[in-house]
C-alpha cells in the first residue's frame, strides 16, 4: 500500500476517534447543552443537560409535561447516537482496510456513512438553534424556576436570540453543543478522506477491484 493511503488511512481513524470522543463526550449526563445565569443580588446559573434541568449544585428541575425544551434536546441526542453508532462503523472498516482486503462495496459504504455521519451531527448541532424558543414556550406554559425566574425569561431577549446577555440575565450555549459543533465539522472533513478511500485502486495489502 502507498504511504499516501496508509497517511489517508490513519488520518481518517484519528479523526473518526475524534468524533466518537466528542460524541460520548456530548452525550455525558452533566454535559450542559445550553445554560443561563442570572445576576439578582446573587449570581445562579442553570444548565440543560441530559440530566434535564439543572439547578445550583445539580439539582434537578422539573421539566412541564410534553416540555418543548426537553423534546428539542432529546432528539439532539438522538441525533448524537446515531452518529456515535456511524462513527463506530466506519471506524472499524478503516481499521480493517489497512490491513486486509475491503470490497469496494465495502469503500462505497464507508464514503455513504461518512455522508450521513456529517448530517447527522449538523443536524443535532442545528437543531439546539430551537431551543432558546423553546425555554421561552415552557416558561410560558408554567415551567416553575426558584424565584420566579421564568419571568425575566420571557422578559428577555432570549426567545429571539440564541445567545445574549442585559443587566441581569445571560444565556448561551454550553460545552456540549460546541462539541457537536466541532464533530459536525470533522465530519465534513471525513468525506473528503473517505472519498479519497473510494476513488483509489489500493487500499489495504491487496489491490481492490
Partial sequence: MSKHNIIVGIVTILF???????NIYSFLPDTNWYQFTFTLGFSATFGIN????????GKNIDWNTNSKTENTLYTCFAFVVVSFAFACIMLLIT?????KRVHKKGRKALFVMSILLCIFNALATLLLLR??????????DGLSL???????ILDSDICSKF?????????????GWYCSLAAAIISFVTIFLTSSILHTRKFG????H
Fill in 16 to 22: 473518526l476517534a475524534a468524533v466518537i470522543g466528542l
Fill in 50 to 57: 441530559r440530566g434535564g434541568l439543572m439547578g445550583e449544585g
Fill in 95 to 99: 481499521v480493517v482496510a489497512l490491513f
Fill in 131 to 140: 431551543l432558546n424558543k423553546a425555554l421561552c414556550q415552557d416558561a410560558t
Fill in 146 to 152: 426558584p424565584f420566579s425566574m421564568e419571568k425575566n
Fill in 163 to 175: 445567545k445574549g446577555s442585559d443587566s441581569i440575565f445571560s444565556w448561551g450555549p454550553s460545552i
Fill in 205 to 208: 495489502y491487496h489491490v481492490i
